[in-house]
């Protein structure tokens, strides 16, 4: 079949769904649940930049510091100026993204990295003032009082709503990443990816594509910051740091790059890991440490790579073994 | 009297720091016709398809298409203008499938908004449906009908070579410029692409210009020849008149017999 992967990708997103739809159910307890909806506002923000990285290839240190920036700017409206939630939730992805596109006027027309430093610069700023302007932000204490979610009149009290709201969302994200994926834009991405000059030949313009893409993806990381902070109610500096827009990078390359599920299982992966390590206190940290290298070194595509390989080698053996069968 | 010409290049100047790379060299392609640039190794055949594209900066000199100066326009909106090239090492997309690659040559024809395409709006399923049908359309034009959905990175040498071109008429250029197509493959496959750049002009309507080694290609396809030497013009004319042409003879083909 010919381009057909628009049912395979509806087919794949059903049933994501209904894992997350099952989920709950399946989990000794609430602990868990919370564990699992920062998993899923962290793969929001991992199909985001695995959309700017593993199919545009262009690297972003700032992921982190546009997640923080959502979930202050909101924060700050709804708790200390008496916004609506739902207007400051908005108000927190608009000005993620005005801010990413004013980044990209000056970098994305130079060649090489400085995109990589210029969000390297724009994370460490904004990191800077979340920790220095307290009048505002809290400073490093954080800031508390952010009130929970409310769309439609609809406060959403219990983690149960709070994590199938953050469940859809996340499939209505991972949905519209794979259509973009199988767009003239997603094919521009990917041919820039791998050949400026062919992009430019066939008449993509490449800075306006990078634009595009690396603004979406500040947004998707925005979208995750305001469900973020109306979710814990509560922010500090600390969790925007550089290491948090790091941990972003390996969860698209652990997960496996160019793969919009690859980021899901990746974000899902390195989220939960940590509270499973918990109980080996002492070496938590080093056994980290281990299981990516392990991961490097034995599925160097990723989660996703290394599940399809698996997959086709698995169909390769079906075959195999049908084949004597055969007339 | 002669058409006014589709492409016209005036005084087109090169210069890579100290190096002279092109020195007011003019170049005028008719339409409908193939026309060939050669010329010795380092004598700026590329740098010239470099500069029609926008891809080089040019010191000095203009590019018309169609009668409409393009001279101060970014590579990209040349190629949505009308002119589309291929490269002498080969730029497919390695990452993408093969009717995906071509599909990605319909860039500049294929119109709906970017949030059309992340909610899959009827608009964007329309005009994907259509660049399929004109992308396999393509494909099967350069016998790779059948290999559609295999991963580019699979296809052979010869093959990668025919979905170039593929990708390259895709875009429905008025203008399509090779450069040296037949680097690489056999006298079969040669022919066979010099009998694929005649179905793009007579098929497709689409003018051709050629930078070439392989002279027997050169010869048999091109209604004109152009030669550059060391950055100038040397020779303008047909096959027949560039085969006679005493200094290109001298320059170029060498004391040799073609």
């Known amino acids: ?327 | 009297m002669r058409p006014e010409p589709l492409l016209r290049c005036r005084e087109i100047t090169v210069r890579f720091g100290g190096v002279t790379a092109l020195a007011d060299v003019a170049l005028d392609v008719r339409p409908g016709s193939i026309t060939s640039i050669i010329g010795p190794n380092g004598a700026g055949k590329t740098t010239l398809l470099g500069a029609i594209t926008g891809m080089v900066r040019t010191a000095s000199g203009s590019v018309a298409l169609a009668g409409r100066d393009i001279s101060a326009r970014p590579a990209h909106a040349r190629a949505r203008a009308g002119i589309v090239r291929t490269f002498q090492n080969l730029e497919v997309f390695t990452n993408m499938t093969v009717v995906e690659n071509v599909m990605t040559g319909c860039h500049r024809h294929v119109r709906y908004p970017a949030l059309a395409a992340l909610l899959r709006t009827p608009r964007y399923r329309r005009e994907e449906r259509r660049c399929l049908d004109h992308a396999l359309d393509r494909l099967a034009f350069v016998g790779l009908g059948e290999l559609a959905d295999t991963p580019a990175a699979e296809l052979a040498f010869g093959q990668q070579r025919a979905l170039e071109l593929a990708r390259a008429v895709a875009a429905n250029p008025s203008l399509l410029l090779l450069d040296e197509p037949a680097a690489g493959l056999n006298m079969a496959e040669t022919r066979a692409l010099g009998a694929l750049i005649r179905r793009i002009r007579d098929d497709l309507g689409v003018t051709v210009v050629l930078v070439e080694h392989d002279m027997d290609l050169v010869m048999t396809i091109s209604d004109e020849i152009m030669v550059l030497n060391h950055g100038c013009n040397l020779a303008l004319g047909t096959p027949r008149q560039i085969q006679k042409n005493p200094e290109v003879v001298r320059a170029y083909l060498g004391d040799d017999d073609l």
């Open chain 1, 1 to 327: 079949m010919t381009a057909g992967r628009g049912a395979g990708n509806l087919a794949a997103l059903a049933g994501f769904a209904a894992l997350v739809a099952a989920a709950p159910w399946l989990l000794p307890n609430d602990y868990y649940l919370s564990t699992l909806i920062l998993a899923f506002l962290n793969a929001m923000i991992v199909i985001g930049l695995n959309l700017l990285l593993g199919y545009a290839g262009q690297i972003s240190l700032g992921h982190g510091a546009f997640y923080g920036l959502a979930a202050y700017t909101t924060a700050v409206l709804t708790a200390a100026h008496g916004w609506p939630v739902g207007a400051g939730c908005a108000a927190g992805v608009a000005l993620t993204a005005a801010v990413a596109y004013l980044i990209s006027i000056p970098t994305l027309k130079l060649a090489g990295n400085s995109l990589a430093m210029a969000t390297l610069g724009f994370g460490l700023i904004v990191h800077i003032v979340f920790n220095e302007a307290i009048a505002i932000t809290g400073g490093p204490s954080g800031f508390v009082g952010i009130p929970r979610l409310a769309l439609f009149g609809r406060v959403f009290e219990s983690d149960l709503e709070y994590y199938f709201l953050v469940g859809g969302v996340l499939v209505l994200l991972a949905w519209a990443a794979l259509n973009l994926i199988d767009s003239r834009v997603g094919r521009a991405m990917r041919a820039i990816h791998t050949s400026e000059r062919a992009a430019e030949a066939v008449g993509i313009d490449i800075t306006g594509a990078k634009r595009f893409i690396f603004v979406l993806s500040a947004a998707y990381a925005g979208l995750a910051g305001v469900l973020y902070a109306h979710y814990l109610c509560f922010v500090a500096p600390s969790s925007f740091g550089f290491h948090f827009s790091v941990t972003l990078i390996v969860m698209v390359v652990l997960g496996g790059m160019a793969s919009v599920w690859g980021a899901v299982a990746g974000a899902v992966f390195l989220t939960v890991l940590p509270e499973f390590l918990r109980a080996f206190e002492d070496v938590e940290t080093l056994l980290y440490g281990a299981i990516l290298v392990l991961c490097v070194v034995f599925v160097p595509q990723g989660i996703a790579g290394g599940a399809s390989r698996l997959g086709r080698a698995l169909l390769a053996r079906l075959g195999a073994a049908r084949r004597p069968h055969a007339p």
